[in-house]
Every structure is written in C-alpha cells, then in structure tokens.
C-alpha cells in the first residue's frame, strides 16, 4: 500500500501477466513526461465502464441494450403493416377493445405476475423470429446442440432436419409440454429466454433448424434451476421426454454453463426489459393479452394493494417535511385601536 511503483506499474486485472516478467525498481527521472509517470491515469470508475462501449452486443446483461428478438422481428412487422395499408383492411374488423368511462378493461399479466399461457406464446414467437431471420452466412454449429448428434426422441431424424424452419406453433407446443409438466411458471419463461439470447451472444452461434430443440431444452433446464425454489431435477425431464438419458441431460447442462461462462445472473431491470418487449412483440403481432373488464372484486383488491403500500411509505415521508416556510405568505395578527366612550 502506498508503493509508487506498484501503482504506476501494475497491468489491469483482467490481463494475465507473463510469469518472466519482474518489477524493475523505482528510479526518478526529469525528463519522464506526465503519462510516463502514470498521474493520468483513469480512474477506477471510468475503466470499469468499458463494458458499456459494447452494449448493443450483450442485451441480456445490460437493461439499456435493445434485445435480440425484437430487433429481428422489426422486418417483419414492417412487411405486415404495409401488407394491411395496400389491402386497406376496414378498422371495423378489429376485435381490440377500449376503456370507456363506464368500463375498464385490464389484463391479468404484470411483470411480477405475467400470464402463463400469452407468456409462453411471445417466448415462442421471439425464438421463432431468431430461427427465421438468423445470419444466412450461417455461424458455427455446436454438437452438444445438433439433434443429430444427440436426438431427444428415438425415432429417425429426417436427412432435411436442418433445411426446414419450424412454425411458430410448433415451437409453442415443445415449449408447453416441458413448462405443463414440470409445472414452471412464466417468468421462468422469460429467464429462458435471456440465458437463450445470452448464449447466442457469448458463443457466438445461431439457433437454427437443426439446434433449436436442444438450446431451447437447455435454457429452460437452466432457468427452472435457478429461479424456481424447488427446481426440477434432470431425471425428471428424462420422465418427460422419455427417449433421453440423464447422461446427456448433465453434458448439456455442463455446456450450457461454460459457455455462459457461469454467468446466470439477471438483473430485474433486464427481467423487466424483456417483459415489456415480449408485450411489445406481442402487440405488433397481434398477439394481444387477453382483456376483461374491471370487477368489484379485482377493484377492492386493488385498493386494498394502494392502501397497503400507502401505509407501508407513510413513515418514510415524515422526515421530509420542511422545516422553514416563506415569509411572503406569512400573515400576522393586525392590532387595530379601540376606541372607548
């Protein structure tokens, strides 16, 4: 501590030092100039962020960065909506519906407690957009992930089993049938699809046709583990899908993490920023949650929630009170004279 040549000298952690490589000792020198001597270094807080220069390549760590998903389905969408404005579909043919001062209508979905079903639904349709408008100069494929190699069923894999793109249905029904009988909730969906979105950004892969099934398989293996309290065990996906072994259920899951690089860390605010753009590619799709009208019922919970919270931060207003006041609104008793007879 307080070493001057320790300080100047030192590499930054993240570099590995060669082991030849020795400190030589401190020797002033006039003619060194300021950057030489290391008094314009950078402090801790600025190097730290260097990260964030590639924000657009990590969506899954970084709220700020816009997710893969959404950005593949904006083509997409644009196509779809030009397709309407030249067919000039009338706007009475929408089934939307809308608040009125009498009725209120609310989804059942919030991002502590999002719909299971319409969860599951935009999960499928984001990994559909990412197998459809993947890189057509094709990235390297993985063998722990290429169904070939390792088949979750016992039946024969076509020999155009990586020509063809599944449907989004198709992706919806694998989905459901893990999350139905491990009975997994929706945010676990939504986890799934950060650590989906996070492997395709470290290992630098696409998901396509011939992977889709095993990435998606692990992803969903990984999320229940980690974010569910009594997580599902991997005999137990071998009960659901009956033709796999525990053995390839533990290799996946081995390589799943290492090409994470163990990191399964996500933050809310990135929980809640894929949240609120399954929701958006939910509604640019047509794929609305499904809307009822506000009952008695619902709204006295309601209430009772805003009651609770209200109370709950009540103390904590208290201590910012204002001590002082102006002196222009100040009004002081005026003694006028009396007059007595």
Excluded at 94 to 102: D, G, N, V
Aim: charge should be neutral.
């Amino acid at each position: 501590m307080g070493n001057t040549t320790s300080c100047c000298v030192s590499s930054s952690p993240k570099l590995r030092r060669n082991a030849h490589s020795r400190l030589e000792s401190y020797r002033p020198d006039t003619d060194l100039s300021r950057e030489d001597t290391g008094c314009n270094l950078q402090h801790i807080s600025d190097r730290e962020n260097i990260d964030d220069l590639n924000m657009e390549f990590n969506p899954s760590d970084h709220p700020r960065a816009s997710t893969i998903f959404l950005s593949k389905s904006q083509t997409d969408v644009r196509e779809k909506r030009k397709s309407l404005f030249i067919n000039h579909h009338p706007p009475g043919q929408t089934s939307r519906k809308y608040s009125s001062c009498s009725t209120i209508f609310l989804d059942d979905s919030t991002v502590s407690q999002p719909n299971l079903k319409y969860t599951i639904k935009c999960v499928a349709l984001a990994i559909y957009y990412h197998i459809k408008n993947r890189d057509p100069d094709g990235r390297m494929l993985l063998d722990i992930f290429d169904e070939n190699l390792h088949p979750l069923s016992k039946s024969e894999v076509p020999p155009d089993y990586d020509k063809h793109n599944p449907e989004q249905k198709q992706i919806y029904r694998f989905v459901r049938t893990l999350f139905s009988a491990a009975q997994l909730t929706a945010e676990c969906a939504i986890v799934t699809l950060v650590y989906l979105e996070r492997l395709l950004t470290y290992a630098e892969i696409d998901i396509c046709p011939a992977n889709w099934k095993r990435i998606v398989l692990g992803a969903i293996l990984l999320a229940s583990k980690v974010w569910d309290d009594q997580a599902v065990w991997n005999v137990d996906y071998c009960q659901i899908l009956k033709d796999i072994t525990v053995e390839d259920m533990n290799e996946l899951e081995r390589q799943f993490l290492e090409l994470l690089q163990f990191n399964i860390n996500v933050p809310s605010s990135v929980y809640a920023k894929y949240y609120f753009d399954l929701r958006s590619l939910a509604e640019a799709n047509s794929l609305s949650f499904p809307l009822e009208p506000l009952s008695r019922e619902r709204a006295h919970k309601l209430e009772a929630i805003s009651r609770l919270c209200e109370d709950k931060y009540k103390d904590l207003r208290k201590p910012m009170r204002k001590r002082s006041a102006s002196a222009d609104n100040l009004i002081l008793p005026r003694w006028s004279p009396a007059i007595i007879s």
